[in-house]
């Protein structure tokens, strides 16, 4: 008798998810906790492995299709686990023009990206046709969609199939629109984002950091430190701890408000805003207040590399009392975050300019970075929100006094 495949708990509130990509066929062999297909989540991507070695018989959801927890959406026959090497090997099955079609040998099919697939389908091209450069040789839709304008380009001496299909008509060439549905996470991305404008009285305020001290202080420790820890001592750490020893301060800003009441948390849990292959995700450091730089920063790494390879998982995205965004690494210069609730403040860092400083009385060309606190004000007074960011210029501007405490 086969074996369902269902959709399982998700996280705390997830209650639908899509389907992304199958990388295993109807007729196709899978053994045991071997990937069968991706879901989506409104928080992060997962991967569904197979619950025993057998046969894939049916799929019953297809790719961007929505399924709500504990949804069957696939059977698998059971059977001995297919010999190395040959797991994609796949029974003969009728033939149709799609993205989906297996490999003709026992070498792993790269992953495809459910937009790259829609891109393939449309054009009647198979995975196998294109090299991914995505992490992990995942297909991307900028693949996809290089391959099928390389055949457009083609010149076209005589008849030949249309296996590309042509573009949506319009009045001018050179003006085609693509219409992609939205993920679950950029769906919930925006509604949260929206929610947080329309129920939050959100205020900006500014600061600039001098960073001489810590640039020097990174500069006279960064080999020791990276000898001694095994991983490089960033400017993120600075913050974290800075933003620590300001919310201690500052407890407003670390609080939330829950019906009439105002809750004040006693620890410290931050969200790190890190890009990821699907997107911004904000894992959590909890109880930074009890990490050291080494423990920030090698965390901090840790959830970038998994955040590229959608493994961050959905309860290091969960909770967080504050978050620091960091807009420097693309270039941004200044910002206003938006407060990701039920949080009440999130910290922007930018990136570092060299601008002239008038210093006790002279010009100085000091390296310099905008800091923005974006805080719910119905929380956070103006002089709470001015006295936080403060504490965080002196804290970064001194980094010696983040051990002193003072």
């Not at 319009?170 to 991305?189: A, H, L, N, S």
């Amino acid at each position: 008798m086969p074996v369902e495949l269902r959709i399982p708990e998700a996280g705390e509130s997830i209650s639908e998810v899509q389907i992304g990509a199958w990388r295993k066929s109807e007729g196709e062999s899978v053994a045991i906790d071997e990937v069968v297909v991706e879901i989506e989540t409104d928080k992060a991507a997962m991967e569904l492995p197979a619950p025993i070695s057998g046969r894939i018989v049916k799929i019953l959801a297809k790719e961007g299709a929505e399924a709500g927890i504990g949804d069957v959406i696939a059977l698998i026959e059971p059977g001995d686990a297919p010999p190395p090497g040959e797991s994609a090997r796949a029974a003969p099955r009728s033939a149709e023009p799609s993205a989906k079609a297996p490999a003709a040998s026992g070498v792993p099919k790269p992953p495809v990206m459910p937009a790259a697939r829609r891109v393939l389908g449309e054009a009647g091209l198979p995975a196998s046709d294109i090299e991914g450069t995505g992490p992990g040789g995942r297909i991307l839709k900028e693949d996809a969609t290089r391959l099928v304008e390389s055949i457009k380009a083609e010149p076209a001496p005589g008849p030949r199939p249309a296996r590309v299909a042509p573009p949506r008509p319009v009045d001018t060439p050179g003006r085609e629109e693509e219409p992609v549905p939205m993920t679950p996470m950029r769906k919930v991305i925006a509604r949260n984002l929206v929610a947080a404008q329309q129920n939050a009285a959100l205020l900006t305020t500014f600061n600039e950091v001098d960073m001489s001290a810590v640039i020097a202080l990174r500069k006279r420790y960064r080999d020791s430190f990276q000898l001694r820890h095994r991983v490089k001592l960033g400017f993120m750490s600075f913050f974290v701890k800075a933003s620590v020893e300001a919310l201690r301060a500052v407890p407003a800003v670390n609080a939330r408000i829950d019906g009439t009441h105002i809750v004040y948390r006693k620890y410290h849990d931050i969200g790190i805003a890190v890009g990821g292959g699907r997107g911004l995700v904000v894992p959590v450091l909890r109880n930074a207040e009890s990490m050291g730089f080494a423990d920030i920063e090698r965390a901090i790494g840790d959830f970038a590399v998994r955040a590229q390879q959608n493994k961050i998982e959905l309860s290091e995205l969960q909770g967080g009392t504050f978050t620091i965004s960091n807009g420097g690494i693309y270039g941004s210069m200044l910002s206003t975050p938006i407060v990701n609730p039920p949080q009440s403040g999130i910290l922007g860092i930018h990136a570092i300019h060299d601008r002239p400083m008038a210093v006790k009385g002279e010009v100085e060309i000091r390296p310099m970075m905008y800091v923005a606190l974006t805080y719910d004000h119905r929380i956070v007074d103006g002089r709470e929100a001015v006295t936080f960011l403060r504490r965080v210029k002196d804290l970064v501007e001194s980094p010696e006094r983040i051990w002193l405490r003072i």
